[in-house]
């Protein structure tokens, strides 16, 4: 807990106001006051809130109430930010965005990690913020984008699967609707008729669509020999679903799903997948914020960063 500014004052026998002209850096007070304040506010471990607000970053989430919503790719973007920001001497505050008009001045910019309805639906919020905003991997007309490239992640997976001998693709997203869905469609779309080769039926596999289990048995009356599985937390869901189903991998079907750290390498086989480069990400997200701080980046813009294909056991040659 912060000490207050009056104890500090009485500490050193000064006023509040002079207290006051130490942390601001104005002209007249004494280098003895000046080195007593800065000492006493050191024991104290007190924090004037200009410094605070130079050095508060607050990732703004859909519900606070509910952090299951940091699942997947948001718990592993998540942790990237707060280890970049952190380690470059930021203090993080996660902040639900129905509170986000409380944050004012101190706070110096803000990420958003929140799904694009939300997002709309706060936008008279947002808008109120005079701070900088940077989304990841959603878009946002206030704020900077920071995005992986998702079409050209879905055409490094079938590339790899047209190079196996594969030709009847499928692929399963976890939201089809949303900026990233649409972006990995049109890889899709686009890929397939590169390679001359007739696109599948998109499944929607998003809690509020249908269960993963539902999609996949559906999936499979068409027999397709592989499919692309798209969204870090679908990965758990999609391997229980084959495995009620008694769908062999690589066998039966050819598997790349999106890479999770914690769970992609375990799976058996170990799943062959499009990976985001979440260090990247967290690391543009702070060069992104210092630069607009500083005035230098102040047009809200997107920057797209490619994914990289880790191949394992998940997809079979034919």
């Given at each position: 807990m912060r000490?207050?500014i009056?104890?500090?004052?009485?500490?050193?026998?000064?006023?509040?106001?002079?207290?006051s002209?130490?942390?601001?850096?104005?002209?007249?007070?004494?280098?003895?006051?000046?080195?007593?304040?800065?000492?006493a506010?050191?024991?104290?471990?007190?924090?004037?809130?200009q410094?605070?607000?130079?050095?508060?970053?607050?990732?703004?989430?859909?519900?606070?109430?509910?952090?299951?919503?940091?699942?997947?790719?948001?718990s592993?973007?998540?942790?990237?930010?707060?280890t970049?920001?952190?380690?470059?001497?930021?203090?993080?505050?996660?902040?639900?965005?129905?509170?986000?008009?409380?944050?004012?001045?101190?706070?110096?910019?803000?990420?958003?990690?929140?799904?694009?309805k939300?997002?709309?639906?706060?936008?008279?919020?947002?808008?109120?913020?005079s701070?900088?905003?940077?989304?990841?991997?959603?878009?946002?007309?206030?704020?900077?984008?920071?995005?992986?490239?998702?079409?050209?992640?879905?055409?490094?997976?079938?590339?790899?699967?047209?190079?196996?001998?594969?030709?009847?693709?499928?692929?399963?997203l976890?939201?089809?609707?949303?900026?990233?869905?649409?972006?990995?469609?049109?890889?899709?779309?686009?890929?397939?008729?590169?390679?001359?080769?007739?696109?599948?039926?998109?499944?929607?596999?998003?809690?509020?669509?249908?269960?993963?289990?539902?999609?996949?048995?559906?999936?499979?009356?068409?027999?397709?020999?592989?499919?692309?599985?798209c969204?870090?937390?679908?990965?758990?869901r999609?391997?229980?679903?084959?495995?009620?189903?008694?769908?062999?991998?690589?066998?039966?079907?050819?598997?790349?799903?999106?890479?999770?750290?914690?769970?992609?390498?375990?799976?058996?086989?170990?799943?062959?997948?499009?990976?985001?480069?979440?260090?990247?990400?967290?690391?543009?997200?702070?060069?992104?914020?210092?630069?607009?701080?500083?005035?230098?980046?102040?047009?809200?813009?997107?920057?797209?960063?490619?994914?990289?294909?880790?191949i394992?056991?998940?997809?079979?040659?034919?």
């Amino acid at each position: 807990m912060r000490s207050d500014i009056n104890l500090i004052a009485e500490k050193c026998g000064v006023s509040k106001a002079t207290v006051s002209r130490v942390f601001t850096g104005k002209a007249g007070v004494r280098d003895e006051i000046k080195k007593k304040v800065l000492e006493a506010a050191r024991n104290l471990n007190y924090m004037p809130k200009q410094v605070a607000a130079q050095e508060n970053i607050a990732i703004i989430v859909s519900d606070l109430a509910n952090l299951n919503f940091f699942s997947g790719f948001y718990s592993m973007i998540a942790m990237g930010i707060i280890t970049e920001f952190t380690r470059s001497g930021y203090q993080i505050k996660i902040i639900g965005i129905s509170e986000a008009d409380t944050l004012g001045g101190y706070t110096k910019a803000a990420i958003l990690l929140t799904d694009e309805k939300t997002m709309e639906e706060n936008m008279g919020k947002l808008k109120n913020l005079s701070i900088p905003m940077v989304t990841i991997n959603k878009t946002c007309s206030l704020a900077h984008s920071i995005c992986s490239d998702h079409a050209q992640g879905i055409e490094l997976a079938i590339a790899h699967m047209v190079q196996n001998g594969h030709e009847k693709i499928a692929i399963v997203l976890d939201n089809a609707k949303n900026w990233a869905g649409k972006e990995r469609v049109s890889g899709y779309r686009k890929t397939m008729e590169k390679y001359k080769l007739k696109p599948m039926s998109e499944y929607d596999a998003s809690f509020h669509n249908r269960s993963m289990t539902e999609t996949m048995a559906i999936l499979m009356k068409s027999k397709p020999s592989a499919v692309i599985v798209c969204g870090e937390g679908l990965t758990a869901r999609f391997s229980y679903a084959v495995n009620l189903l008694n769908i062999r991998i690589p066998d039966d079907i050819s598997v790349i799903s999106c890479e999770r750290y914690d769970l992609s390498q375990w799976l058996s086989p170990p799943h062959t997948t499009i990976s985001q480069n979440v260090s990247e990400l967290s690391t543009t997200a702070l060069e992104l914020i210092r630069d607009t701080i500083a005035g230098k980046s102040e047009i809200p813009h997107m920057t797209l960063l490619p994914n990289q294909l880790i191949i394992r056991e998940s997809v079979k040659k034919i």
